[in-house]
C-alpha cells in the first residue's frame, strides 16, 4: 500500500463545474499538507499549504484536511480551461528538514 | 526572482551510458532537492541537500546515481550505467531556510529516455 493514495482520473468536467480532489494517507505522522499543480511538461507549482486540520481558502481554491480520517481534499469552484493540469497533493511530518511525500496525482480537463 | 534553472531539459541515451543534469537553484535557497517522477506517478525525492551537505540520499540508488552540490549553490545528478527503468523527468527544487522550508519551487525538469 502506497503511503499517499490519489485517483489519477482523468477527471472531465465542463467550464464553470466545480472540480473535487482528494487524497488519502497512512502515516498519521503528516502534519503539513500542500496541493501543486503541474502543466504538461512543466514542473509542479505550489497551490495550497495548510497545516494540521481545518479548512483553508485562497480565490477559488478551497483545502479541506481531516486529520481524524486521514483525508484531504481541493475544491475548485468556476472552474476554467486554463485549470486543465494534474493536480499532485503532497504531505511532511515538519515543518522544515523533512521530504515531502507525493500522491501519485489526478490528471484534470475542464472543457470549454 | 528567477526561478529554478535545469538542463538539458531532453536527454535521450543507450542503456549503459551515462548521463549527467544541472540544476541552478533559487539565489539564496540553502536546500536542493532532486527528484525522479515517472510518466503517471508523482515525484520520488531522491536526494535532499542543505548547503552543501547531504540530508537525506535513502531512494538514491546508490550504486548507479550519483550527486554533488558544491559550494552549497548549483548540483548536478549523474547516472552512470543508465537502465532503462531511469526514464523520467528529474526534476530539481529548492527552498529556504527557517520558516517556508516546506515550500518547494520547482525547476521545469529534465527528461530522460533510456533505450
Known amino acids: 500500500q502506497k503511503e499517499v493514495e490519489q485517483d489519477p482520473g482523468p477527471l472531465s468536467v465542463p467550464e464553470g463545474a466545480i472540480v473535487s480532489l482528494n487524497c488519502t494517507y497512512s502515516?498519521?505522522?503528516?502534519?503539513?499538507f500542500m496541493w501543486y499543480r503541474q502543466y504538461s511538461r512543466k514542473g509542479p507549482e505550489l497551490l495550497m499549504y495548510?497545516?494540521?486540520?481545518g479548512n483553508k481558502e485562497d480565490g477559488r481554491f478551497t483545502a479541506q484536511v481531516d486529520k481524524s480520517s486521514k483525508y484531504i481534499s481541493l475544491f475548485i469552484r468556476d472552474s476554467q480551461p486554463s485549470d486543465s493540469a494534474t493536480y499532485l497533493c503532497?504531505?511532511?511530518?515538519?515543518?522544515?528538514?523533512?521530504?515531502?511525500?507525493f500522491g501519485g496525482g489526478t490528471r484534470v480537463l475542464v472543457k470549454p | 526572482e528567477a526561478g529554478v534553472a535545469q538542463s538539458p531539459r531532453y536527454k535521450i541515451i543507450e542503456k549503459r551510458q551515462s548521463v549527467a543534469f544541472w540544476c541552478n537553484p533559487i539565489?539564496?535557497?540553502?536546500?536542493l532537492y532532486w527528484y525522479q517522477q515517472i510518466l503517471g506517478q508523482g515525484p520520488k525525492l531522491l536526494i535532499q541537500?542543505?548547503?552543501?551537505?547531504?540530508?537525506?540520499d535513502s531512494q538514491l540508488p546508490k550504486d548507479r546515481f550519483s550527486a554533488e552540490r558544491l559550494k552549497g549553490v548549483d548540483s548536478t545528478l549523474k547516472i552512470q550505467p543508465a537502465k532503462l527503468e531511469d526514464s523520467a523527468v528529474y526534476l530539481c527544487a529548492s527552498s529556504p531556510g527557517g520558516v517556508g522550508a516546506n515550500v518547494l519551487t520547482f525547476g521545469a525538469g529534465s527528461r530522460l529516455t533510456v533505450l
Open positions: 503532497a504531505m511532511s511530518e515538519q515543518a522544515a528538514g523533512n521530504k515531502l511525500t
Open positions: 541537500f542543505q548547503n552543501n551537505g547531504v540530508v537525506d
Open positions: 502515516n498519521s505522522a503528516f502534519q503539513y
Open positions: 539565489s539564496g535557497h540553502a536546500t
Open positions: 495548510t497545516y494540521s486540520s
